[in-house]
């Protein structure tokens, strides 16, 4: 079985602030996806990344994925109140029929 | 934008009665739908696959003859949740792979009282 370790569990800091949030694994992943969710409403996929080392850009948002393809972090610059909600990593899932594992989600609130 | 549509987004009922839970992926044909079911502050665990034309397939501790799995349709697959007692209360996502990636429904709250 796949697991997939996401850290911080739980972040908050004010606005103007980074942070970077962790997605570890012993496995390696084919490729691993970051959502977004806020309450009641399901996951908005912010990014999916397959090769490893590979960096992608968001606006504010930059996501790693690691050379060996088992870690992934995402690191925002300059928090807004905007980004508060629940980061979720999930690997897996590369095709139609592969299911996704998912990290146990990180709970971010930014401050004005 | 989105590409997997959920519906109904909440239900309530009541005890010992089944409710039907939709997803839909838009635009793209889904022979899997994957249903995962997600409980206050907590990630999302997998409940069962759902394979077009055929059985699901269920995770360990999920009771196949509690969420009846349909999954009639390429563009379709349904969740019924039969005879819900309160414990069942709890927020129900789908998610389909789309060309982009794994995209998943608005959820579907479900309260049983």
């Known amino acids: 079985t796949q697991l997939l370790e996401q850290s911080p569990q739980f972040l908050s800091i004010q606005e103007g602030e980074n942070l970077t949030v962790y997605c570890n694994s012993s496995?390696?992943?084919?490729?691993l996806q970051w959502y977004r969710q806020e309450p009641g409403e399901g996951p908005v996929l912010l990014v999916t990344?397959?090769?490893?080392?590979e960096v992608k850009k968001l606006k504010r948002l930059t996501f790693q994925f690691g050379d060996a393809r088992k870690d992934s972090s995402l690191h925002i610059t300059a928090a807004q109140t905007g980004d508060t909600g629940l980061y979720l990593c999930?690997?897996?899932?590369?095709?139609?029929?592969?299911?996704?594992?998912f990290g146990g989600g990180t709970r971010l609130m930014v401050k004005p | 934008g989105a590409v997997v549509s959920q519906h109904p987004s909440w239900v309530i009922c009541k005890s010992g009665t089944s409710v039907k839970i939709e997803c839909r992926s838009l635009?793209?044909?889904?022979?899997?739908m994957f249903w995962y079911r997600q409980f206050p502050k907590q990630s999302l665990m997998l409940m069962a696959t759902?394979?077009?034309?055929?059985?699901?397939?269920?995770e360990q501790g999920v009771e196949k003859d509690k969420f009846l799995i349909n999954h009639a349709s390429l563009t379709l697959s349904t969740l019924t949740v039969t005879s819900a007692h309160p414990e069942d209360s709890s927020f129900y996502i789908c998610?389909?792979?789309?060309?982009?990636?794994?995209?998943f429904g608005q959820g579907t709250r479900l309260t049983v009282v």
């Open positions: 990344v397959v090769t490893g080392g």
């Open positions: 496995s390696v992943f084919s490729s």
């Open positions: 759902s394979n077009e034309g055929s059985k699901a397939t269920y």
């Open positions: 998610s389909a792979r789309e060309n982009r990636g794994p995209f």
């Open positions: 635009d793209f044909q889904a022979t899997t």
């Open positions: 999930a690997g897996g899932g590369n095709n139609a029929g592969n299911m996704l594992t």
